[in-house]
Every structure is written in structure tokens, then in C-alpha cells.
């Protein structure tokens, strides 16, 4: 097959496109290989929110939660079973690329528990147990950017455990989130582990800071509301700066020389929540190299059809990127607190969506053990 040439465009620019989407019948229908074979599609994420709409009502899962049910499993497991066959097996379909890759892409990601977002011990001994459970090198593991969940970061990076750094909204937690890592890399060296076979992305969140902050400009008015569409790509721009300046440095260099890889920026959240903004915004305006865009399919379907990438990031675009994003907070936009309430939302909507997950193949087992 031939790859659509403007996701051949972005791959050729250094920007790994991942899809922001996974279920058993995206596999078992052949969707997800032909995604692979077509769009350049060369990773998968998943979250709470991918799982539920998944696993919720669907066929496909109704023998495995009545076999699993049957052997005396309690939701928890069942849900932690469903979900770990499915990136198990999304892990073999891109095993062939991981390994032409040297590890870098073939990649999927699955996420710790996100009641545990602000449990540090617990989230380590999950991020363990679930690549343990999963026991597939090209399996990421999600641990959220909350400040408990740094040192997290740090412990299971230590441990030689490949981690996608989800749910970060500011520049300042990002380079909290590379220090954990590099942290992460000088533990795991001092152990005498493989430094070249531990990667890591950190998932950068771009569409939600602009819903939020352009509710934030419309309510201010005037002169403020000029701003409107511009922060996300502003915070991002300057994030990816900050990503040249770290892994352009002496601490990383010395653990280059061991073997270690960068951990590449993950632009997530890449799906327009605004309809006035063309529907490619953060992706043409995001090519950097190297970089991943995990998009949703509706995005990806976008890009293919009508994607004009502008020129890459650079560290001058990131300077002139801080600009706009003094004039955002002089307006009268409180950056600190947007970001902390994206967090906690971010949170709450992941814990919101596992608790519904968790509700209805509850529903499923009543069912099969009446």
C-alpha cells in the first residue's frame, strides 16, 4: 500500500504520527494495519476515556468478561485484563516497527490508574506491575505529570521501565518532567542498566489550554479577546525550546555517551475543540523534529485530507513564542491557575471515565452470573 503523502510530509519531517485510539475492533477489522500501511501511523495511545468508550457495550468483549467472571475475577481485574490484552496485542502488531526502529516508535501506551494520580509509591508499583503484565518492550507507561507523580517518573525510569509522561500544561512542569527523567537515567546508569533501550515521551497538552484560556480572554473583553487562539500553540512553541535547550546539555550528554536517548516532546490534545480554528491547527503548526502528534482518527482523517505543515520549530520561534504568552498573562489571564486547573480537570476526567469503565463491566458480570 502507499502512505498519503501529506502523513508521509509530517513523517518526513521528523514529527512520528501516533493514533489516539484503540480497541479490540479497530484490530480485529483490520483498521489500526491499515492505518499503519496508509497514514504513517507508527504508535498508539490509549487513556481511561479510550477504554471506556472501547470496552462500554461493545460484543466483542462480552466472552472474555464472562470467562473471566466465571473464574471468580473481580471487576478490577477483569477491566485490568481487557485492557492489557488489547495493548498486548496492539504491542505485537507494531512489533516489526519497533524493532526497524531501534525502539523509538512501534510504540503503545497504557496508563496507571488514575485514582492513583497523586500516589506516588503506588503509582511506581503499578507502572511495574503493569509492564510486567503487559511483557512487551514497546509498551509505554503512562504516569501522570502531577507533582506526585515526578518522582514516580523518576523511580520506574530508574527501574528500566520505558515511560510516556502524560497530562502536562506548563512549561515550568515540563521541565520538571525532563529533570525526572534525566534523574531517572543517572539512577538506572549507576545500577548498570542498558541506558539505550529506556525511551520516553513527555505528552504535551496543547487544545485544552486554549478552551481554557479563551474562555478566560472572551470574559476579560476588548483588547484581550484579539488573543484568542493563541496560547496553546505559544506554550507548546516555547516548550519545545526548552526541549532543544535540555537534551542540548552537558548533563544529558554524559548520559548520551551511555547510550541514552532523548525524551521527545508528544503533542497531545491535537483535536480542535474550537470550530472557528481549522482543523489541522496543532498539527501544521507543530512540526519539530523529533517530536510525536498523537491525534484522534477525525484529526489524522483531516491531515490526510487537507494537512499544509508550516515550517519546523526552532529555538528563535520559541523565544518570539514567550512573547505571546506575557501579553496572554498581561492581559489579565493567570497562567499559574490556568494550568492547575487544567491539571485537576485532566485528572478528574480520567478518574471520571475509569469509574464509568469500572460501572459498566461491573453491569456486564451481574449480567453473565445471574
Do not use: C
Not at 19 to 44: A, F, K, P
Not at 81 to 97: E, G, K
Not at 275 to 298: G, R
Not at 332 to 344: F, K, S
Amino acid at each position: 500500500m502507499t502512505q498519503n503523502p501529506r502523513t508521509q510530509a509530517l513523517s518526513d519531517a521528523g514529527v512520528s504520527i501516533w493514533l489516539d485510539d484503540l480497541s479490540r475492533q479497530r484490530m480485529s477489522s483490520g483498521n489500526l494495519q491499515e492505518l499503519i500501511d496508509t497514514r504513517n501511523i507508527v504508535g498508539v495511545t490509549t487513556n481511561p476515556s479510550i477504554f471506556q468508550s472501547a470496552i462500554s457495550g461493545r460484543s466483542e468483549y462480552g466472552d472474555d468478561i464472562a470467562r473471566l467472571a466465571g473464574e471468580g475475577k473481580d471487576v478490577d481485574a477483569v477491566v485490568e485484563v481487557l485492557t492489557t490484552d488489547d495493548v498486548r496485542s496492539a504491542a505485537d502488531l507494531f512489533s516489526d516497527l519497533h524493532a526497524s526502529t531501534q525502539g523509538v516508535d512501534g510504540r503503545v501506551s497504557i496508563e496507571v490508574d488514575p485514582r492513583l494520580a497523586h500516589e506516588t509509591e503506588k503509582t511506581v508499583a503499578q507502572a511495574k506491575h503493569l509492564h510486567e503484565v503487559v511483557g512487551r518492550e514497546n509498551v509505554f507507561i503512562k504516569i501522570p505529570a502531577t507533582k506526585e507523580g515526578l518522582p514516580a517518573i523518576t523511580a520506574t525510569i530508574a527501574e528500566g521501565i520505558s515511560v510516556n509522561v502524560t497530562l502536562i500544561f506548563s512549561v515550568d512542569r515540563y521541565l520538571e518532567v525532563i529533570d525526572a527523567y534525566l534523574s531517572g537515567l543517572e539512577q538506572a546508569a549507576a545500577a548498570g542498566k542498558d541506558l539505550s533501550r529506556i525511551h520516553s515521551v513527555a505528552s504535551f497538552f496543547v487544545s485544552r489550554v486554549d478552551a481554557e484560556i479563551d474562555d478566560r480572554l472572551a470574559a476579560l473583553g476588548g483588547e484581550a479577546e484579539t488573543l484568542r487562539g493563541s496560547a496553546a500553540l505559544a506554550n507548546a512553541q516555547v516548550a519545545f525550546g526548552r526541549y532543544l535547550e535540555a537534551f542540548d546539555s552537558e548533563r544529558f550528554a554524559a548520559l548520551a555517551e551511555k547510550g541514552a536517548n532523548t525524551q521527545r516532546t508528544l503533542w497531545a490534545s491535537t483535536g480542535v475543540k474550537n470550530p472557528d480554528y481549522p482543523d489541522t491547527l496543532y498539527v501544521d503548526e507543530l512540526v519539530s523534529s523529533p517530536s510525536v502528534n498523537t491525534m484522534p482518527e477525525k484529526t489524522l482523517d483531516a491531515v490526510a485530507d487537507h494537512s499544509e505543515p508550516a515550517p519546523a520549530l526552532t529555538a528563535e520561534k520559541a523565544v518570539s513564542a514567550k512573547a505571546v504568552l506575557d501579553r496572554v498573562e498581561a492581559a489579565g489571564v493567570d497562567l499559574a491557575d490556568v494550568y492547575a486547573v487544567l491539571e485537576r480537570e485532566g485528572v478528574e476526567k480520567f478518574e471520571k471515565a475509569w469509574e464509568g469503565l469500572l460501572e459498566t463491566v461491573s453491569a456486564s458480570i451481574d449480567d453473565v452470573s445471574a
